[in-house]
């Protein structure tokens, strides 16, 4: 196996993303430095904090140079960082020592690095987000089929109560669209431009340090942080804890589905199921599998993003991030785009869900007879009572239920039947949807 899964031409069609690849990729990553010191240029230029005339060369310069990736692996080795390297190659390949002077004038290494990331990522964001809203379009379209159709709700892996389909569906589409939620507070605190000089004194950047910043960040259509966050580092944290979100939305889906698609439960089947080398009758289900994985993955990535950083700037810190941060951000999009994938084939079996909430026992509805009786009986005494005729069903083969109503003919019993039996789960169903619907 590869160092990465998420890279890997074995697993490529199980973890890889090409969409999510292209952004992470090294040429993506110097393109956006390239991007960033060329506009960095432009806004000095038009500040009067180096000739204008310059500026303007280095800008045209960075759009149109190429400089490769593999060209820079050995003085980020030595130095690193990669952007010593890139401005001289940089440098060297405008050929022009009037304007190359002022590449890179008065900024750090993270100053740019840190920008470009955020280019990328903004990028990410916008490809997850979409994703995520084809995520919801399917689930609401899955609960609000569904809103009614009975099946039996577990806790504890025991059946507990009358439930409906759709209702499991929202809680399966809920923590997806708080993500989506997420996304535009994330647009305005995360995604913004790094330019603060070498210890965030910003003493190398001319008259009006502020103002250039908030020039780089409104040229780049980036948010502009108001602050150094060198060693705060709370964009970068803000990303990943959202990235996490991301890849951990879809695991109660996840949970849930390797659960109902056992062969001993049977409730939802899934198309495209994954084969056994060795067993034939077994369909497998990859697709919620590699969710759950994915979901277990991402919390440690930001665990180990969290420590916090030293001094003005630590690059012990900054390395831990560039480890963590990509495959992060890869796991959220393989999960997003997955997760539209597995709801998509989702085919609940209503007769086996039909199957399991009619027990001919009638424990499903112990709780609801035990609240009839409480309105003639004290609560604990109706609630003991249940209990012991519970116990009496499984002895005699009668029906809970009936056995009840013998007991208590006085008492009015609830109507046991969906859709009344299922109480707000319905309700729940929809009102998923509808708000899922208002945000896509």
């Known amino acids: 196996m590869s160092a990465s899964p998420f890279d890997s031409p074995l697993y490529r069609d199980l973890f ?7 952004l992470l990729s090294d040429s993506a990553d110097v393109r956006a430095m390239m991007l960033v010191l060329g506009t960095l240029a432009k806004v000095q230029g038009e500040a009067g904090v180096i000739p204008d005339l310059s500026g303007a060369f280095l800008h045209r310069a960075a759009m149109e140079l190429q400089i490769d990736p593999g060209g820079l692996a ?4 030595q130095n690193g960082v990669s952007l010593p390297g890139l401005v001289t190659a940089f440098r060297k390949a405008l050929d022009a020592p009037e304007h190359g002077r002022y590449l890179h004038w008065g900024a750090t290494s993270q100053d740019v ?3 470009a990331l955020m280019l990328r990522m903004r990028q990410m964001v916008v490809l997850i987000e979409g ?5 919801l379009g399917a689930l609401a379209d899955l609960a609000e089929a569904h809103a009614e159709t009975p099946q039996a709700a577990r806790t504890y892996g025991q059946v507990a109560v009358p439930s409906s389909f759709g209702a499991l569906v929202a809680a399966w589409g809920w923590p997806v669209l708080h993500q989506v939620q997420r996304v535009e507070r994330l647009r305005a605190e995360a995604l913004v431009v790094s330019l603060a000089g070498a210890a965030g004194t910003g003493s190398q950047l001319g008259p009006d340090p502020s ?7 409104e040229a780049l259509g980036l948010g502009d942080p108001g602050m150094s966050w060198h060693a705060t580092r709370g964009p970068v944290r803000d990303l990943a804890d959202w990235f996490a979100g991301v890849a951990g939305a879809s695991g109660k889906m996840a949970e849930d589905l390797l659960r109902l698609t056992r062969s001993d439960v049977g409730e939802v089947r899934l198309g495209g199921t994954g084969a056994s080398s060795t067993m034939p009758q077994k369909q497998n289900p990859v697709g919620p599998s590699v969710l759950l994985a994915l979901a277990r993955f991402a919390p440690a990535q930001v665990a180990a993003m969290a420590v916090p950083h030293g001094e003005a700037r630590d690059g012990a810190g900054w390395f831990t991030e560039w480890l963590c941060l990509p495959p992060l951000a890869a796991a959220a999009a393989r999960a ?5 994938e597995v709801a998509e084939a989702v085919e609940p079996d209503k007769a086996v869900m039909a199957a399991h909430l009619d027990d001919p026992l009638g424990l499903i509805h112990a709780e609801a007879l035990s609240f009839a009786l409480a309105h003639a009986l004290p609560r604990p005494d109706a609630q003991a009572e249940v209990k012991r005729l519970a116990s009496e069903a499984r002895q005699t083969g009668r029906a809970l239920p009936d056995l009840v109503a013998d007991a208590h003919p006085g008492v009015p019993l609830p109507d046991l039947t ?3 039996s299922l109480g707000t789960a319905p309700a729940e169903a929809r009102a998923f949807a509808t708000a899922a619907r208002a945000t896509i």
């Open 336 to 340: 997003a785009a997955l997760a539209g």
């Open 131 to 135: 994703r995520l809203k084809a995520v």
């Open 74 to 77: 050995a003085a980020t080795g």
């Open 211 to 217: 103002g250039l910043r908030a020039a780089l960040a």
């Open 113 to 115: 690095q840190d920008t």
């Open 16 to 22: 890889g993303d090409a969409e999510a690849a292209r």
């Open 418 to 420: 969906p859709p009344a």
